[in-house]
């Protein structure tokens, strides 16, 4: 069974920045799509960034454009995602997803993270 374990959320200052790390324990297909959604309190599951196989597309949320990069290393089977200028309405569970469509992630990814907890502190 492939698990997806996600670091690097926490506490932090409006303004501030944090980067959370997400790393599949094998790899369950020759190429896979990877990325993150999150959760905020009373609100839907939403979609933030999504990679592709090979890194050359890369797509995000109209709301985290230009605070948000997300990257991936495939020898390690890992996701980043650097998160600057973080706002009050980026409190969420962050959940790190992997997809067989190895363009984008779908909304009905193959596997998911725990998730992880961002808070931004106004």
């Known amino acids: 069974q492939v698990q997806l374990v996600e670091s690097g959320g926490g506490l932090v200052q409006a303004g501030g920045s944090l980067r959370l790390s997400c790393a599949a324990s094998?790899?369950?297909?020759?190429?896979?799509?990877m990325g993150w959604f999150r959760q905020a309190p009373g609100k839907e599951r939403e979609f933030v960034a999504s990679?592709?196989?090979?890194?050359?597309?890369?797509s995000y949320a109209d709301s985290v454009k230009g605070r948000f990069t997300l990257s991936r290393d495939n020898a390690k089977n890992t996701v980043y995602l650097e998160m600057n200028n973080l706002e009050p309405e980026d409190t969420a569970v962050y959940y790190c997803?992997?997809?067989?469509?190895?363009?984008?992630?779908?909304?009905?990814?193959?596997?998911w993270g725990q998730g992880t907890q961002v808070t931004v502190s106004s």
């Open positions: 990679a592709s196989w090979s890194g050359s597309y890369i």
């Open positions: 094998e790899r369950p297909f020759s190429r896979y799509a």
């Open positions: 997803a992997l997809d067989s469509n190895w363009v984008a992630l779908t909304p009905t990814p193959d596997y």
